[in-house]
């Protein structure tokens, strides 16, 4: 059974930059496509970023899109979200997630999440 774990997450100022990680333990992440959602208070959980199975195609929301960066490093086991030009508005708790079937669509495997907040 795959489990991720995420961290980095803190507080910063807006403006600043934080890099958020993931890890998978009890598997590894090859094959699998990789994302990051968050949910702020009082709100749904919404898309951020995601990288496919073999890291050649990546999707941002619009919200994020030239602020953020996702990678992942398979011979690390490990996925990043490299978060610049942080706005009071990227504040929420941001969850890694993985889609075993590599296609991004449905994401099956789900961490903890880690605290961003970004104060104005």
């Known amino acids: 059974q795959l489990h991720v774990v995420e961290s980095g997450g803190g507080s910063v100022q807006a403006g600043g930059s934080l890099r958020l990680s993931c890890a998978a333990s009890?598997?590894?992440?090859?094959?699998?496509?990789l994302g990051w959602f968050r949910q702020a208070p009082g709100k749904e959980r919404e898309f951020v970023a995601a990288v496919s199975w073999n890291g050649g195609s990546t999707l941002y929301a619009d919200s994020v899109r030239g602020r953020f960066t996702i990678s992942r490093d398979d011979a690390k086991n490990a996925m990043y979200l490299q978060m610049n030009t942080l706005k009071p508005e990227d504040t929420a708790v941001y969850f890694c997630a993985a889609d075993s079937r590599g296609l991004g669509n449905d994401f099956d495997y789900w961490g903890q999440g880690t605290q961003v907040t970004v104060s104005s």
């Open positions: 009890g598997g590894t992440f090859e094959n699998y496509a």
